[in-house]
């Protein structure tokens, strides 16, 4: 009895007579995630590029996915499930900076030119994610112009997005300590 015997070919399983429509099979972009803003305007070809550039990555509840100060390898695109990213100040507790949704984009330090994460990521729930390094991005731009352009733009779209909510919750963050001073202040001045 040889090895044969029991393992059935490719050709058996798939029905394919060549490895290019192997080849095709490993590539083929996830077309369920081809509706998220992030990739909308991407054709098939384009998406399968992309993909060729990222990996898959998995991860549980309740997981850290990058601790803040660890080597920055990775940009995250969230593909399912939720990720908050947190900051820690050295005098004080952890701040929520971000609460991440699927298409959005996390771990810009490795794409930015940081050594390191400035901030830590964690997932709430269960998910997935592509994470692409930052070699990949400019590969991907040397190689494929047109899409590496198509891919920063969606990426600067994301950040510009990200950064107006962040100043809408902090200007309400804000607002709201000065509430709180203001009703301190005129409780001083009425008891005096």
Same mark, same amino acid.
């Not at 971000?98 to 298409?103: D, K, R, T």
């Not at 390094?133 to 891919?151: D, H, S």
């Not at 510009?160 to 009703?183: A, C, V, W």
């Given at each position: 009895? %040889?090895? *044969?015997?029991?393992?059935?070919?490719?050709?058996?399983?798939?029905?394919?007579? #060549?490895?290019?429509?192997?080849? *095709?099979?490993?590539?083929?972009?996830?077309?369920?995630?081809?509706? !998220?803003?992030?990739?909308?305007?991407?054709?098939?070809? @384009?998406? @399968?590029?992309?993909?060729?550039?990222?990996?898959?990555?998995?991860? *549980?509840?309740?997981? %850290?996915?990058?601790? =803040?100060?660890?080597?920055?390898?990775?940009?995250?695109?969230?593909?399912?499930?939720?990720?908050?990213?947190?900051?820690?100040?050295?005098? &004080?507790?952890?701040?929520?900076?971000? /609460?991440?949704?699927?298409?959005?984009?996390?771990?810009?330090?490795?794409?930015?030119?940081? @050594?390191?994460?400035? /901030?830590?990521?964690? #997932?709430? =729930? /269960?998910?997935?994610?592509?994470?692409?390094?930052?070699? *990949?991005?400019?590969?991907?731009?040397? =190689?494929?112009? @047109?899409? &590496?352009?198509?891919?920063?733009?969606? !990426?600067?779209?994301?950040?510009?997005?990200?950064?107006?909510?962040?100043? #809408?919750?902090?200007?309400? /963050?804000?607002?709201?300590?000065?509430?709180?001073?203001?009703?301190?202040?005129?409780?001083?001045?009425?008891?005096?």
């Amino acid at each position: 009895m %040889t090895l *044969n015997d029991h393992c059935p070919t490719f050709q058996d399983l798939f029905h394919y007579k #060549s490895l290019q429509a192997r080849i *095709n099979i490993k590539f083929m972009f996830p077309m369920k995630f081809a509706r !998220l803003p992030i990739f909308d305007g991407f054709d098939v070809q @384009e998406l @399968e590029v992309l993909d060729a550039m990222m990996e898959l990555a998995s991860f *549980n509840a309740n997981q %850290t996915i990058f601790e =803040q100060g660890a080597k920055a390898d990775f940009l995250h695109i969230l593909l399912n499930g939720e990720v908050t990213i947190h900051f820690k100040p050295y005098d &004080g507790p952890l701040i929520l900076v971000a /609460s991440i949704q699927p298409g959005g984009v996390f771990g810009w330090s490795a794409i930015v030119g940081r @050594e390191v994460y400035t /901030s830590q990521a964690a #997932s709430v =729930q /269960s998910g997935l994610a592509y994470r692409i390094r930052a070699q *990949n991005v400019t590969l991907l731009c040397n =190689q494929y112009p @047109e899409i &590496g352009e198509k891919f920063i733009k969606k !990426l600067l779209s994301g950040i510009n997005e990200r950064i107006n909510t962040s100043h #809408s919750q902090m200007r309400d /963050s804000l607002s709201q300590g000065k509430k709180i001073i203001d009703m301190y202040i005129g409780s001083k001045v009425k008891n005096g």
